[in-house]
């Protein structure tokens, strides 16, 4: 058993019985109060969100897990289909796991999956992708002074938004995790 001090962003615990990991953690001690710990919580079966409160020193059950580096391979209806790098074992993983950042995934991308004993619980996409922009409308010349932006198509077919000078055929950097654009890819 460990305790609330031992918790940190990206632990897995059991709470209520399910599994679900820490997005938020802060320790916080008002005026004369007790100190206490705020927690956000994103369970890993339902993606459901909550918040809790603990009391310092509580007791929690946290879930040992194993981080893998595994290989994406290719979408099965409602599964995406990884590759263990050393064994060349593949598993079958529902999609939901990775949420919006499986309209990033390409093959050959690494994605960090997050297993409890032998179950896969979670799955990152890597946290930035650089895709090639299959469709952009063309921008006016003299339009650029402004951090102004327009929908353009990526390889995968996620639909982010760009600035003004991207034109189609050029490769740029995405944030997955905010969906945005960072840079443009010079090759």
């Known amino acids: 058993m460990a305790n609330t001090g031992d918790i940190n962003v990206g632990s897995v615990i059991r709470y209520n019985g399910e599994l679900v990991v820490i997005t938020e953690y802060q320790h916080r001690t008002p005026g004369n109060l007790r100190a ?20 310092s020193g509580e007791e ?6 194993e981080y893998k580096m595994m290989q994406f391979i290719y979408t099965e209806g409602e599964f995406i289909v990884l590759m263990d790098n050393e064994t ?6 529902p999609a939901i796991m990775v949420g919006e950042g499986i309209e990033f995934l390409k093959e050959g991308m ?3 999956v997050t297993f409890e004993e ?15 922009i299959t469709y952009a409308e063309p921008g006016v010349a003299g339009n650029t002074a402004t951090n102004t932006l327009k929908p353009a198509k990526v390889e ?3 639909e982010i938004m ?8 050029e490769t740029i950097k995405i944030d997955t995790r905010t969906r945005s654009y960072v840079e443009r890819v010079k090759k």
């Open 110 to 112: 690494e994605v960090k």
């Open 88 to 93: 060349y074992e593949q598993v079958h993983i």
């Open 60 to 65: 929690v059950t946290l879930v040992r897990v």
């Open 118 to 132: 032998d179950d896969a619980i979670l799955a990152e996409p890597p946290t930035f992708v650089e895709l090639e």
């Open 162 to 169: 760009v600035p003004l000078f991207i034109t189609e055929g």
């Open 36 to 55: 206490f710990y705020q927690a956000k919580m994103r369970n890993l079966k339902t993606g459901k969100q909550t918040e809790n409160r603990f009391r």
């Open 156 to 158: 995968t077919g996620a």
